[in-house]
């Protein structure tokens, strides 16, 4: 039909911690959720997978991004932009972008939080 019906799953080092709502029918679709997680202090990357939604099958994963541990020490007030969507199966070509907000709270000797505002894509 030219269109997805995509939601978001945030990973932290491989384990699925939170999954967006979905948004039907749609190729620009808009979340605005925002969470927050406890984060290990040993953790070293989050990745968001965008995905559609498939009620007959397995559903397709559309694209990724990786935010590692390097990345959000280099953005200490945290990272707020657009992300370029990369290629999940190397066979698969990818285009789009999600918009997203993450900020590590407190401080290294603290019990951390991720906070990971999900807003939309394109």
């Known amino acids: ?15 699925a911690i939170i999954r967006t709502a979905t948004v039907w029918k749609t190729l620009s679709p808009f979340w605005g959720e925002e969470y927050e997680v406890q ?16 009620a007959l099958s397995r559903d397709d994963v559309i694209g990724k991004v990786c935010i590692t541990r390097d990345m959000l020490v280099e953005h200490p007030k945290g990272y707020s932009g657009w992300m370029s969507l990369s290629e999940v199966d190397p066979d698969e070509e990818v285009q789009g972008e999600i918009h997203l907000r993450v ?17 939309e894509a394109r």
Do not use: A, N, W
């Open 1 to 15: 039909t030219g269109s997805s019906d995509p939601y978001c799953i945030v990973k932290i080092d491989d384990e």
């Open 39 to 54: 984060l290990q202090p040993t953790f070293h990357s989050i990745s968001i997978y965008v995905m559609d939604e498939d």
């Open 103 to 119: 900020e590590v709270l407190g401080s290294q000797g603290q019990r951390r939080q991720l906070r990971c505002t999900v807003l």
